[in-house]
């Protein structure tokens, strides 16, 4: 049970972190479009710097041996090591390789497909349509039975979803022959994004039998043992320290971007004066572009430490109802700060996810509660 503090905490870096990332990712794909293989790249660093220390002790617990009677024997005191070591798993490396590889894959996806002129406020959109493939796969896969008001409310985000994809796909300009380039790559962004969302699902099942294989039983627990707490933060660092090596296959991508945008207007940063009497401003001067980076890094690092704190403490249909509310917000903020990107057909479409979103979330609740009371 979340405390008043805790939700203060929690709610101000979903919030603040994502709502404030998506405006500097859209303010850098706009004019770096090909920029998001370099913007997945040092995400995916930050949040492994962040959680790297939390991974390593400097204690040498020693594990309760189990002697032929049966019994087990109380672990030893702790010894101080003065190397370092990464703490003991609750999850096999083997189920992570999988999570990263999907991972990886469907983050780099949807950061690349900004460079298929996809606006921010269809990127938002369409991403809040993946309950359509979970649904698929969970009644292929899994077996899984859904309620009237679930398949009516992804019937209802579909057509949402086709509204807002066909309100920007809407030739702007007057000259044809300028129309149809555009059409096409427009077409191959949402391809990609459909491939990205296809991949979350995979992701979604796999995820779903990780938590009732490891993290589950150790959630139990947890009340008795603190470390159980602790498991959002091992599954953000090896989702995505783990796939670091895979950006060596986009080192001259990474390379090229980070070039093109060496040469953006530059900025001057001055730096604190020593005194009244200093006969110059000090400073520095850096390409205007990397201060957005930056930022960007640094809010997506807050986003995902506040969506994994969220995940790791309260129920999954809360979860879905802050981040359809958190998806809004973005979207009504990429209009206000960059506009034109908005139009009737677009709006109704966005709401039409939103309140799919929220129907299927309500329609999961009652199901379950339904077969409780069976």
Not at 88 to 96: A, D, F, H, I, S
Not at 109 to 119: D, G, K, S, T
Not at 262 to 284: D, R, V
Request: a positive charge; glycine letters at 8%.
């Amino acid at each position: 049970m979340l405390t008043l503090s805790d939700w203060i905490t929690t709610l101000s870096l979903v919030f603040g972190g994502c709502c404030s990332n998506a405006i500097t990712l859209e303010h850098i794909t706009s004019r770096y479009p090909n920029a998001g293989v370099l913007i997945t790249f040092f995400q995916f660093l930050i949040v492994s710097l962040y959680g790297l220390p939390k991974q390593f002790t400097f204690n040498d617990h020693s594990e309760p041996k189990h002697v032929a009677s049966g019994t087990v024997s109380a672990p030893t005191t702790p010894r101080r090591r003065w190397i370092p070591r990464l703490k003991n798993r609750k999850v096999p490396l083997l189920p992570y390789f999988v999570q990263v590889v999907l991972f990886f894959v469907l983050s780099t996806l949807n950061n690349a497909a900004f460079a298929y002129h996809i606006p921010m406020t269809v990127h938002i959109v369409f991403r809040s349509g993946g309950m359509i493939i979970n649904m698929m796969l969970g009644w292929i896969f899994t077996k899984k039975r859904y309620t009237v008001r679930q398949v009516t409310s992804v019937v209802v985000v579909t057509a949402g979803i086709i509204m807002t994809t066909l309100s920007a796909s809407k030739p702007k300009s007057r000259a044809a022959e300028v129309d149809i380039p555009d059409v096409s790559l427009y077409a191959m962004g949402i391809s990609i994004l459909g491939l990205a969302l296809v991949l979350s699902g995979f992701l979604g099942l796999i995820q779903d039998w990780v938590y009732a294989r490891y993290v589950a039983p150790a959630e139990a627990k947890a009340s008795s043992d603190p470390a159980g707490q602790s498991l959002w933060q091992e599954h953000m660092f090896y989702l995505h320290s783990l796939a670091l090596p895979l950006f060596y296959f986009s080192k001259d991508n990474i390379s090229t971007e980070l070039t093109r945008m060496g040469s953006s207007p530059p900025i001057f940063l001055s730096l604190p004066q020593s005194g009244p009497l200093t006969p110059y401003e000090a400073g520095f001067v850096v390409p205007s572009i990397f201060i957005y980076l930056l930022f960007n890094t640094c809010t997506q690092l807050v986003c995902v430490v506040g969506v994994n704190r969220l995940t790791g403490r309260v129920s999954s249909l809360t979860v879905t109802l802050i981040l359809t509310v958190r998806k809004a917000i973005s979207l009504l903020l990429s209009i206000a700060v960059y506009g034109g990107q908005g139009n009737t057909e677009m709006w109704v479409g966005a709401g039409l996810v939103f309140i799919g979103t929220i129907g299927y979330s309500t329609g999961r609740k009652s199901k379950d509660q339904k077969e409780k009371r069976d």
